[in-house]
C-alpha cells in the first residue's frame, strides 16, 4: 500500500490535494427545475469528499447555454446559494471542489432554450439527433464578435457566482464538442475573423474566457479541460496536435493550476469516419507526447485502470487521474485503493441522467456490500 503513488499528495497551483484520485466532471441533472442544486447534490459530492479533488459536473452560466434540463447552474443568485450548501458540505469533510463551468453551444435544440436559436462559432449543424430531445440539431446561429464578448462576459459572472460560492477552483469546459471546443477545431470553426482560421485564432475565444476566470480566481486555481482527438457530435481536427502544441504554450504562460486532458475513447460511437485520420495517428502515445508540450500539471482522463494511473503518474507523465465510470459506481473508490477492496465495476448506464436517487445516492460502499454478504440489514449510503 505505501508504495500508491496515488495515494501521495500532490500541489497543483494553489491546490493541496490529499490524493491523486480525482472525480471527473459527471452530468447527472439532478437539480431542479431551475438548475438549482438539491439536497440530494449535496449528498452525492459530499460522499466524494475522500477524493483528492472534486471537478462538479458542467454549469452554466446563462439560460442560453444550457444543453441538459436540471442541471446545476450558476447564473442566479439561488443557484449560487444551491451550490453553496454543496460546498460546504465537502468542505466539512475535508474535500476539495472545483466548479466545471461551460457553454453547450451547438448541441442545444431550440426547444431547450425556449425557441431562441443555439449559438457556435459558425452555422453548421451537427448531423443526426440530438440524443436527449430526440430531434435533429438545429442551424446555430453565427456568434458576432459582440455577442462573443457577452458571452466572456457570462463567463465572468459565472465565475464571481462560483468564487462566493467557496469553490476552491474553476475549470473552463473545453472538450466533448461544446462551446469552446466548437471554437478550437477546425470542423466546425470556418469564421474569417480573429477568432476563426489560424490555430492562434481559433483559441482566442478559449484564452479570453480562461483570462477572465484567471481575473477572478487566481491562476492558482484555473483549469481547463480538453478531448483533442475528441470525436463526439461530429467533431474533428485536422491537426490535433498543432493545436495543443499552441494551446499549452500560451497555458505555461498563465501559469494555471492544471489541465485536465481527455484521450480518445475507442468505445465512442462517433468515430472512425472515413475521410478522417484515426486519432491514435493524430496524437501518437497521447499522454506522453502531450507531457513533452506543457511543463504545468496535467490531469489524465479516460478509460484509465487505477493500475495504468499508478504507472503514469509513476512515470511523471501526468500529476493526477481523473475518474469518471469508477467514480460514479465507487463513490469510496479512495477507501477501496487503500484497503485493495474490490471495485464495483459495473458500467450500467440506465441511471445516469435519470432515476432521482437510484445510481445517485444509493451506491453501495464496499462496506455496506459486506454487510449485506454476512446478512446484516444493508446500509444506504448517504
Ligand atoms: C454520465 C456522464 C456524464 C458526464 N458529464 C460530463 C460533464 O459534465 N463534463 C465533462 O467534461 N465530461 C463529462 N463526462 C465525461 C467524463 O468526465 C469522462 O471524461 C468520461 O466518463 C471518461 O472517463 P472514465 O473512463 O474515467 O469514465 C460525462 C460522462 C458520463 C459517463
Redesign the pocket.
Known amino acids: 500500500m505505501d508504495n500508491k503513488i496515488l495515494l501521495s499528495p500532490v500541489q497543483l497551483g494553489d491546490l493541496h490535494l490529499k490524493n491523486r484520485l480525482v472525480v ?5 441533472v439532478r437539480a431542479d427545475d431551475k438548475g438549482i442544486p438539491t439536497d440530494m447534490m449535496v449528498k452525492h459530492y459530499t460522499l466524494r469528499s475522500q477524493f483528492g479533488l472534486i471537478i462538479t ?2 454549469s452554466s452560466t446563462s439560460h442560453n447555454s444550457k444543453t441538459f434540463g436540471n442541471s446545476g447552474n450558476i447564473y442566479t443568485e439561488e443557484q449560487m446559494q444551491g451550490w453553496k450548501k454543496v460546498v460546504e458540505s465537502v468542505h466539512q469533510q475535508g474535500g476539495l471542489i472545483c466548479l ?1 463551468i461551460w457553454h453547450g453551444g451547438r448541441t442545444t435544440n431550440k426547444v431547450q432554450i425556449e425557441g431562441r436559436d443555439p449559438v457556435a462559432p459558425s452555422p453548421i449543424a451537427i448531423n443526426g439527433q440530438n440524443r436527449y430531445t430526440n430531434l435533429p440539431y438545429d442551424v446555430p446561429h453565427e456568434l458576432t464578435i459582440q455577442e462573443i464578448k457577452e458571452v466572456v462576459e457570462e463567463f465572468r459572472k459565472g465565475a464571481i457566482n462560483a468564487k462566493n460560492a467557496g469553490f476552491d477552483a474553476i475549470q473552463l ?1 473545453g ?2 464538442s461544446y462551446l469552446v471546443d466548437e471554437f478550437l477545431k477546425d470542423s466546425s470553426n470556418k469564421r474569417t475573423d480573429e477568432y476563426g482560421g489560424s490555430i492562434p485564432n481559433r483559441c482566442r475565444f478559449a484564452l479570453e474566457v480562461i483570462d477572465v476566470l484567471i481575473s477572478v480566481f487566481g491562476a492558482g486555481r484555473v483549469s481547463v ?1 480538453f478531448s483533442p482527438t475528441g470525436r463526439t457530435n461530429d467533431m474533428y481536427d485536422s491537426n490535433p496536435l498543432e493545436l495543443m502544441t499552441y494551446l499549452l504554450s500560451e497555458l505555461d504562460k498563465r501559469n494555471i493550476a492544471f489541465v485536465e486532458i ?1 484521450r480518445y ?1 475507442p468505445f465512442d460511437i462517433h468515430i472512425n469516419k472515413s475521410d478522417q485520420i484515426s486519432p491514435e495517428i493524430q496524437i501518437p502515445d497521447f499522454f506522453k507526447t502531450l507531457r513533452k508540450l506543457y511543463k504545468g500539471n496535467i490531469i489524465g ?4 485502470t487505477l493500475t495504468e494511473a499508478e504507472t503514469l503518474v509513476q512515470e511523471k507523465t501526468v500529476e493526477a487521474v ?5 467514480s ?1 459506481f465507487n463513490p469510496d473508490l479512495v477507501q477501496r485503493y487503500v484497503n485493495d477492496w474490490p471495485l464495483n465495476q459495473s458500467t450500467d448506464r440506465t441511471y ?2 435519470v432515476g432521482g436517487e437510484k445510481l445517485y445516492l444509493d451506491v453501495p460502499l464496499y462496506t455496506d456490500e459486506k454487510k449485506a454478504e454476512n446478512g446484516e440489514n444493508q446500509v444506504i449510503s448517504q
Open positions: 471527473a466532471p459527471l452530468t447527472r459536473e458542467a466545471q469546459h472538450a466533448n479541460r481527455k475513447n482522463n479516460d478509460s484509465i481523473s475518474f469518471g465510470m469508477l460514479i445516469f441522467y
